[in-house]
């Protein structure tokens, strides 16, 4: 801004508020000052939100790969899944598994002794009807039809069995119970004692008894209350479809290397879009941009985790000491690639050692779990990112108080530059006025 004098010539076509304009645009520098600095400080307050979100992402794809389970991820495979289904779902012996299910789990069914005519026939007008404990009052609830009998008993938790009405013959239907779960243990009782209308009886015999599931898995006997079984071999669920004694069921358990390697691959990329952002943040610094590019923070970080994932990490017990013995390289220019061949050789017999490598053990931190708790420290809530954003946020906030101040100020002069102006026009306009009369005074006096 000049600061060159204002000058104005013409003593009755003066635009006062050009001239207030530009005296308060000259006072205004100060203020505009101060909001290019909030405009800064919010832009580093953005950028370290943005650096959060990098690390959140990071911190994700490491967490994947710092414990044994994660690492040793298995695949499971029937070779009928028609009868047996198989399904990793932690860390467990790979190796073949043979399994003969001999007779699946089954729930009780139980039809009543005698039918009801019709669906809406009345079966009962008082007593009780006992399901495993829960009882069915017909006293508290009035006349019921076979079809509300069955409603009232679905519509109690405590039952033991769910109720359906089924058709049997022409005009007979019967009411049949099912127990709500399978195995020898859930099988249920009954206690008759409705009265009035056609009041239903249960026999002694059931149309299917509860039962277990047997099965040999590598002719180990098994047996099991129901047909989804989570512990008869680690880490894989076994669903039996299909009872076959005759017949052996192969389960093939493998360590599943693809999964490992997506996991990898999605830390590569976590890994590489921080070095990106840092070094994005390096150039619009140099470039005289509001960034966080020179930041100590940015660049301990940064370095920070060059060397955890460059250290040696033999003190794990593993054959491996470095990452890249398991494919995690680094490049000249300072991100990472994954090399499949490499980690294809290190896991050719098993991902034992790659787990101890990336996980370590009980008393000394493998790479990547060492790397989750240096990263933490960045990201929880209280961690070194959060502080840094408090810093510039107080520091917003101060600059915030000095604009509403200065605003304030400037307001103020702008009033009382208002108020001398409009006293000048004023007195200019009385001046004005006592000229004319004047002037029309002398032509008077020259006429006459």
């Given amino acids: 801004m000049s600061s060159t004098g204002i000058t104005f010539s013409g003593f009755n076509s003066i635009d006062f508020n050009v001239v207030i304009n530009a005296l308060m645009q000259q006072s205004s520098e100060p203020l505009a000052a101060l909001q290019r600095q909030q405009s800064a400080v919010q832009q580093q307050i953005d950028t370290y939100g943005t650096l959060s979100s990098r690390l959140s992402t990071l911190q994700s794809a490491v967490d994947a790969l710092s414990t044994a389970s994660d690492v040793q991820a298995l695949s499971a495979a029937s070779n009928d899944a028609a009868a047996v289904g198989a399904a990793a779902t932690g860390s467990g012996v790979a190796g073949r598994y043979d399994v003969v299910v001999n007779q699946l789990a089954r729930a009780q069914v139980t039809v009543s002794s005698n039918a009801a005519a019709a669906l809406d026939a009345v079966v009962a007008t008082g007593g009780t009807l006992t399901i495993g404990g829960a009882t069915i009052d017909v006293g508290q609830t009035g006349p019921l039809t076979l079809q509300q009998l069955a409603d009232a008993i679905n519509g109690d938790a405590g039952a033991a069995a769910n109720a359906a009405v089924v058709q049997t013959a022409p005009s007979e239907y019967r009411l049949v119970l099912t127990g709500r779960s399978t195995g020898t243990a859930n099988a249920f009782t009954i206690s008759d004692a409705l009265t009035g209308g056609g009041a239903l009886t249960f026999g002694p015999a059931n149309a299917v008894d509860a039962s277990d599931a047997s099965l040999l898995v590598n002719n180990v006997p098994i047996a ?34 693809s ?115 240096l990263v933490t420290t960045y990201t929880r809530a209280a961690g070194l990112v959060s502080s840094a954003q408090q810093v510039l946020a107080d ?42 009369s004047l002037a029309s005074f002398g032509r008077s006096l020259t006429s006459s």
Avoid: C
């Avoid at 490049?331 to 290190?346: H, P, Q, V, W």
């Avoid at 098993?350 to 008393?363: M, R, Y």
């Avoid at 108020?419 to 006025?433: G, R, V």
């Fill in 224 to 257: 099991s209350g129901g047909n989804v079984l989570a512990q008869a071999i680690p880490g894989v669920t076994l669903t039996l479809l299909r009872a076959d004694p005759q017949s052996t069921v192969a389960i093939d358990v493998a360590d599943d290397t």
């Fill in 259 to 373: 999964a490992l390697k997506s996991k990898i691959a999605a830390f590569v990329a976590a890994y590489n879009g921080l070095v990106q952002f840092a070094n994005d943040q390096a150039t619009a610094a140099s470039n005289g941009q509001p960034a966080i590019g020179r930041d100590p923070l940015l660049r301990q970080l940064r370095n920070s985790l060059r060397a955890a994932f460059s250290s040696s990490y033999a003190s794990t017990g593993s054959a491996l000491e470095y990452a890249s013995r398991a494919g995690i390289e680094f490049t000249r220019s300072g991100t990472l690639e994954f090399n499949e061949e490499t980690f294809d050789a290190a896991a050719v017999a098993g991902t034992t050692e790659i787990a101890k490598l990336f996980a370590g053990d009980s008393s000394t931190p493998g790479i990547f779990a060492a790397a989750l708790d």
């Fill in 395 to 436: 520091q917003l906030s101060r600059l915030g108080d000095q604009v509403a101040a200065m605003q304030e100020r400037l307001a103020l002069q702008r009033a009382a530059l208002q108020q001398e102006f409009t006293a000048a026009d004023t007195a200019m306009s009385t001046l004005n006025s006592q000229t004319g």
